[in-house]
Each structure stands twice: as structure tokens, then as C-alpha cells.
């Protein structure tokens, strides 16, 4: 896990070179002698404001950045790399009723439950769950990626188990066609909207990605950003 917070504070060059390492899941380090190449597979959540001020779009607090300081503050996460983070949030201020409230959410031990019900859904749809009493290996070249490890998650899909395993009814195909056009999605988005969207239907204990898998699913895109 990589967290990164004040996302915009770190330099150009900085996040511009995660992108190799969230893309490939390798860091490769180059030098006069030679390059090396590590392993690099984790998991990135960046925070940042929405402005300088912290308060662009807040309904009490005034922001106090003028329209293009808040342009450019928010520019300084490039297309490429938002292209890269499949889930983007934004969280509005707490009211006072949500804080002093006593319910309680949904207990972290529920939420892990659903969470490992569908990591097994995935190890089972990748061939990884248990091994045949013959000791066969249950991974192939379709479940595999390029630098030999196995497909784990939904993640880990290539464009051709994509096609394979998020397979969308008429419906949803209507709705991505629309969002490809509407919000000019590139082909890397297309691919991360529909694994998202079978990850949010194993969480569901569903077989097929329905439409409201896929709405949820780009909902979470990056709105865009007023030039």
C-alpha cells in the first residue's frame, strides 16, 4: 500500500514516473552501468484538496483561490496518470449531526467477509483455488502475465480476459457507449471501468455485470476538469 498524501505537492517528474509501475507493477531503475527491474505491485490512494485554499466547492466556507489558481493546482495531476486510478471520491465537509450521531456503520468484520467472498470468487475464476490431487498447475498462458505471475484479482486482467470474463448485456452496452462519448473516455479507461465494475458485482455475489454494476463503476471517474 502506498499512500500518498497532498498528492499535488509532490513534483511533476515524481508522479509522472509512477506511471510504468502502476501500469506494469515493475520499477525499472536505470543508470550508466545498466537497468535494473524490481517488483513494484501495490496498491496507490492519493488525497489532495480540492484547491490551495482547501475549500473550492464547500457550502458553508467561501473558497478563496481565483478560477484559475484552482485550474492549475488541480493540473498538476496529469490526464495519463488520473487515467491510471480507478476510484476517485470526492469527500464533502461532515455535518455536525453525522459526527454526534451514535448509529453505528457496518461493522469492519462484515465488510472483510464480503470483501474475502469476492477475492475467492476471483482466485476461482482464475484457476487459482485448490490444486488438483494430481499437483497440476492451474494457471495457463491465458491466466498469466507477461512476466509469469498469476492473475490473482480482477486487477490483473488483460484486454483478452476482459473480453472474456466482463461480458455486458445490451443495456450496459448502451450505457458504456454513451459514457465512452459523453466523457471521452481513452481505451486504458475502458478497460479499468469494466474490471471495476465486475469487482463491485462479486462484492454483489453476482454471476454478470448488471447496469447499476457499471454505473457505480463510472461514477467513479475523474470528473473533468473546467479549462
Known sequence: M???????????????????????KVVT?????????????????GAMNPCPCGF?????????CSPGIVTKYQKRI???????????????RVEYDKLSDQRLGEP???????????????????????????GESATSDNHSEANGSTITCNADMRPADVRQFCDLDETSRTLMRSAMSQLQLSARAYHRILKLARTIADLAGCERILPAHLAEALQYRPRMMEG
Open 56 to 64: 473550492y466547492g464547500d457550502p458553508v466556507k467561501a473558497c478563496t
Open 78 to 92: 496529469s490526464g495519463p496518470l488520473l487515467d491510471r486510478i480507478d476510484i476517485h471520491i470526492e469527500v464533502p
Open 108 to 134: 469492519s468484520a462484515v465488510i472483510q467477509k464480503r470483501v474475502e467472498a469476492a477475492r475467492q470468487i476471483q482466485r476461482n475464476r482464475f484457476g487459482i483455488g485448490d490444486k488438483s490431487a494430481a
Open 2 to 24: 502506498l499512500f500518498l498524501d497532498e498528492l499535488p505537492e509532490f513534483g511533476p517528474r515524481v508522479l509522472e514516473v509512477m506511471r510504468q509501475p502502476i501500469e506494469d
Open 29 to 45: 531503475i536505470s543508470r550508466a552501468q545498466g537497468s535494473l527491474t524490481f517488483p513494484a505491485n501495490f496498491q496507490l490512494i
